[in-house]
């Protein structure tokens, strides 16, 4: 197993326009984990996707959807609770508004029990996120029962923060970020959407100083436009510039792009930094389709790009 992510997909109802305004929205399928384990399975690695959908009729096409991209969907399990779904309104700039459907959701009641019967003794990497610690007490436990699993067998650990203030406060994504750091290979944060929340600064570099000091091996600070910051130990932090992006439509999942083809590439065997400048590249790929999986780069793609 290259990659296993813990989550909960989404059906996603998106549209062009500000929610305030819309009135056609395009049914499809995201949520970060899904987003960022389809992104992961079309670099060819194999991939599995852990969590738990509404036993109802988007339940079963989620996992057609996932399976139908190269997700391995075995420990997608079916189970009380709906299916979690999402709308949002987006336009080029990126300025996007999300409301959410997901309280009680299938998902939302995963647990240990859920992620120990996946195979993570052998998973290469671990991809967990914000996200899912903020879905429930039991989803931030299974986090952190899975990171700790991974890194007790010497696999990697990816933690993306993905801060979502309408799911949790400050402090408890604070206090997850704080109990995984220490089994994190990478962490992700953006800089400043999870650094402000999270770390107290809008500043790159005190940004990943302060991942580093809470345990984490390295830090790779997203910054949009401006790039990435990486560092790691007491090497001097590299930045490292932003791939252009060929076509702009939506920036929603871009950032799952890149966490999840940056755990692709490391589980197949790259250099920590290139596996960054390819999840930066995916990420630039995806801004050209509407929603989370609406484009999804190809190995050529990335490879070209950069």
Known sequence: MDVIVIGEPLVEFSAPAPLTDADTFRLSFSGDALNAAVAAAATGAHVALVTRVGD????????????????????????????????VGADPGGE??????????????MGPADVAAAPLGEARVLLVSGVTAALSPSCAHAVRHAAEIVAAAGGAVVYDPNFRGRLTTPGQAAAALAAVAPHATLVTPSCPGDSLPLLGTA????????????????????????????????????????????VVVDQTGAGDAFAGTVAARLATGAPLRAAVRAGMAAAAVSLAGQGGTGRIATPHEIDGLL
């Open 56 to 87: 109802d009729e988007f339940g079963e096409r989620l996992i057609r959807f996932a399976a139908a991209h190269g997700v391995d969907t075995r420990w997608m399990r079916p189970g009380p609770g709906s299916t979690g779904a999402y709308a």
């Open 203 to 246: 500043d790159a570099a005190a940004t990943a100083r302060a991942a580093l000091r809470l345990g984490a091996r390295a830090v790779a600070v997203t910054q949009g436009a401006a790039g990435v910051l990486l560092a790691s130990g007491d090497a001097p932090p590299e930045a490292i510039p932003a791939v252009p992006a060929p």
């Open 96 to 109: 996007r508004a999300f409301a959410y459907m997901r309280a009680g959701s299938a998902a939302s009641r």
